[in-house]
């Protein structure tokens, strides 16, 4: 079964403060990508890597940036914290397409629930 | 502009009283639709992949169906342990790794 694990279930900061969220997963995905969930939105990407040291921005990246130095590992940084940053945080990783003849269903850690105080 | 629209947003059925979860979606060529569970503070959980119009999965009380703008979940004979929200994706067929999510339906399942 892939794993996807996520450093944190509950996080508590303060507005300014640097926070990071790490995800971990032991698939050998390729791809791996950080989401955000909030009420009546939907997930919104906020970013995706295809490869180490490889990124993309999603459809809100601004206020993240992320890091991926290891092929198993992605971590979101917010590089200082603000009260609309409290979310629910979700990473998920998948297979390339192209690189395997199946198709590439995500797979989502438990989340991390950040609040900014 | 690609869209998953999924409808109701909330739905409430007594235990054993089926019913179907719709998700449209407009997109430039499909390569996937992808259907997931998610309880209250935790991750979705992947159900079913559905990649060709007429194409059906099943899983316990859960069947998906797949036409060319549309998906339904249809729950048979639900049980309160059916209660949570469901969500639609779709991948594009061309040059992405990337899913469009619907916002979900909010299912509810009463003794």
């Known amino acids: 079964d892939v794993k996807v694990t996520q450093s944190s279930r509950y996080l508590v900061k303060r507005t300014g403060e640097k926070v990071f969220l790490e995800c971990v997963q032991d698939?050998?995905?390729?791809?791996m990508f950080w989401y955000r969930q909030d009420p009546g939105l939907g997930l919104r990407l906020i970013y995706f890597?295809?490869?180490?040291?490889?990124?993309e921005k999603g459809d809100i990246p601004e206020g993240y940036s992320v890091s991926r130095e290891k092929k198993e590992r992605f971590s979101l940084i917010l590089e200082s914290a603000s009260t609309n940053q409290t979310s629910m945080y979700l990473c998920?990783?998948?297979?390339?397409?192209?690189?395997?003849?199946?198709?590439?269903?995500?797979?989502f850690g438990p989340g991390t629930r950040l609040t900014v105080l | 502009e690609d869209q998953v629209t999924q409808s109701p947003e909330a739905l409430r059925l007594q235990e054993g009283e089926s019913s179907s979860l719709n998700c449209s979606y407009t997109?430039?060529?499909?390569?996937?639709l992808f259907w997931y569970r998610q309880d209250p503070g935790k991750g979705p959980e992947f159900l079913f992949t559905?990649?060709?119009a007429g194409e059906e999965k099943e899983k316990e009380r859960l069947k998906a169906t797949l036409t060319k703008k549309e998906s339904f979940l249809h729950i048979t004979a639900p049980k309160p342990e059916d209660s949570a929200t469901y969500l639609c994706?779709?991948?594009?067929?061309?040059?992405?790794?990337?899913?469009?999510f619907g916002t979900g339906t909010r299912l509810q399942v009463f003794p």
């Open positions: 998920a990783s998948s297979v390339r397409q192209g690189l395997t003849l199946s198709y590439n269903e995500q797979f």
């Open positions: 698939m050998d995905h390729e791809n």
């Open positions: 890597s295809y490869d180490v040291k490889m990124k």
């Open positions: 997109v430039s060529g499909l390569r996937g």
């Open positions: 559905l990649y060709s």
């Open positions: 994706a779709v991948q594009r067929r061309y040059n992405t790794d990337k899913l469009i």
